[in-house]
C-alpha cells in the first residue's frame, strides 16, 4: 500500500499542477468556459455567470497549490480531502457534460490538449481511483523537509500562483495555444485539405409500414422501403477533419469583408467582443493608438458583436477614427484575452497582440 500510494501522490500531484497552470496561464479562458457550464440550457446556474472570472482564478489557483501541498507533503490530510471535494464535484460535471452532451469541452488542460466530453470524464474517474487510494494510504504521506522549509515551499506556491494569475490578467497569458496565436496565419486555419478525412454520419430514417413504424440505418442514402416517410435522425460517428479556425469572419451589415482584410498587408484590429461590457480605461487609450498607427499607413478596423447604437455612441464618446465591423462575440474572445485588445495582422497573419494595458508599448 505505501509504494502505491507514494505512485498515485506523484501522479496525481503532476497532474493537478500541469492542469492547473495551463488553466492560471489563461484564467479569462477558463472563466467562459465556466460560463458555459453556467448557462440555462446546461446547469442553469445564471446567477453565478457575474462570479464567474473569480471562481475561476479560485479553482486554478487552489488547483495548483494542491498539487505542490501533496508533492511536498504539507497538511496531508487537509490536501487530501480537498482533493477529493474537488475530483468529485468535476467528475459530476464532466459526466453531466457528456451524458447530456452540453458542453463539448471541459476545458481541463484549457486550450493546450481538447478532451471530449467522455474523454474528460474517464480522466476523473481515473483521479478519482488515484484519490481513493490517498484517502487509504494517508499515513504514508509524510513531509519531504522540516516543517519550516516546507511551510516556505507552500507559501511561495501560494503567492507566485496568485501572482501569476494577475499578471496575466492585465496583460496577455503568457504562452497563447490558440489557433489565433502570433505566426499563425488566419486564413490558412480556416482552410481544409483535399486530402482530409470526411465526417462520417449515420442516417436514422424511420417509415410507417403496414400500420408500424420500422427505423432503417444507412451511411446518407434514402433506404429503398415501400412505406410512408416518417422521419430521419442524423448522429456523427466522426467529425473527420475540423478546421483550427471555423467562424471567424468579417461583415459590415451588408457583406463578408473578411478575404477583403485578410489581404492587406497592414491591419490593426481593435477587438471589443462587447462595447458595452468594454474597460473604460482602455477605450481611453485607443484614440491616441489608433490615430498614430493610421499615420503610419495602417488600416484600422474593430470587431465587436455589439449592434450599431453601441458601435456609434463608442465612435462619438471616444473620438474614434475608425469603423467596427461584426464577429461572434466567441470567436472574438478567442482572438485575444481583452476586451479591448489588439491584434496586427499583415496579410492575415498574425504578427503582435497586446492587452490594451500595454497599448503604448506596440511596436508599428
Not at 445564471?46 to 508533492?71: Q, R
Not at 474537488?86 to 464532466?94: A, D, G, K, P
Not at 471589443?272 to 491616441?288: C, F, H, P, Q, R
Not at 466567441?330 to 485575444?336: C, E, M, N, S
Request: hydrophobic share 45%.
Amino acid at each position: 500500500m505505501k509504494y502505491i500510494t507514494h505512485i498515485s501522490r506523484i501522479f496525481v500531484g503532476v497532474l493537478f499542477i500541469i492542469s492547473g497552470f495551463i488553466k492560471l496561464n489563461d484564467p479569462l479562458g477558463f472563466s467562459y468556459k465556466l460560463q458555459e457550464y453556467f448557462g440555462a440550457d446546461v446547469l442553469n446556474m445564471e446567477f453565478m455567470i457575474p462570479y464567474a472570472l473569480l471562481l475561476s482564478v479560485f479553482v486554478v489557483v487552489f488547483e495548483v497549490v494542491l498539487g505542490v501541498f501533496l508533492l511536498i507533503g504539507y497538511k496531508p490530510k487537509f490536501t487530501v480531502y480537498s482533493l477529493l471535494a474537488m475530483i468529485v464535484f468535476f467528475t459530476f460535471l464532466t459526466f453531466y457534460s457528456a451524458y447530456f452532451d452540453k458542453v463539448k469541452d471541459c476545458g481541463c488542460f484549457g486550450d493546450a490538449l481538447k478532451l471530449t466530453p467522455w474523454e474528460s470524464f474517464t480522466k476523473d474517474v481515473i483521479l478519482l481511483v488515484l484519490i481513493l487510494i490517498l484517502v487509504k494510504g494517508l499515513r504514508h504521506i509524510q513531509p519531504l523537509f522540516t516543517k519550516l522549509p516546507t511551510t516556505v515551499i507552500a507559501l511561495l506556491s501560494f503567492i507566485v500562483s496568485l501572482w501569476f494569475g494577475y499578471h496575466v490578467l492585465m496583460h496577455l497569458p503568457a504562452i497563447d495555444f490558440r489557433a489565433y496565436a502570433i505566426g499563425k496565419n488566419i486564413p490558412e486555419q480556416m482552410e481544409i485539405p483535399e486530402n482530409a478525412a470526411k465526417p462520417v454520419l449515420e442516417y436514422t430514417w424511420t417509415f410507417n409500414i403496414d400500420g408500424e413504424k420500422q427505423e432503417f440505418v444507412t451511411n446518407g442514402s434514402y433506404p429503398e422501403v415501400d412505406g410512408e416517410y416518417v422521419g430521419v435522425e442524423t448522429k456523427t460517428i466522426d467529425e473527420g477533419y475540423v478546421p483550427p479556425i471555423q467562424d471567424f469572419s468579417i461583415e459590415s451589415e451588408d457583406e463578408d469583408l473578411t478575404t477583403y482584410f485578410m489581404e492587406k498587408d497592414k491591419l490593426v484590429v481593435i477587438a471589443m467582443y462587447n462595447i458595452a461590457a468594454s474597460e473604460t480605461d482602455g477605450v481611453a487609450k485607443l484614440k491616441a493608438f489608433t490615430d498614430r498607427a493610421t499615420k503610419k499607413g495602417y488600416t484600422v478596423i474593430g470587431l465587436t458583436s455589439s449592434g450599431a447604437y453601441e458601435k456609434e455612441k463608442v465612435k462619438q464618446d471616444f473620438d474614434l477614427n475608425f469603423d467596427f465591423y461584426l464577429c461572434d462575440e466567441k470567436v472574438i474572445k478567442t482572438i485575444v484575452r481583452a476586451n479591448p485588445g489588439v491584434v496586427l495582422l499583415e496579410r492575415g497573419t498574425v504578427v503582435n497582440k497586446a492587452h490594451w494595458n500595454d497599448i503604448e508599448d506596440v511596436n508599428l
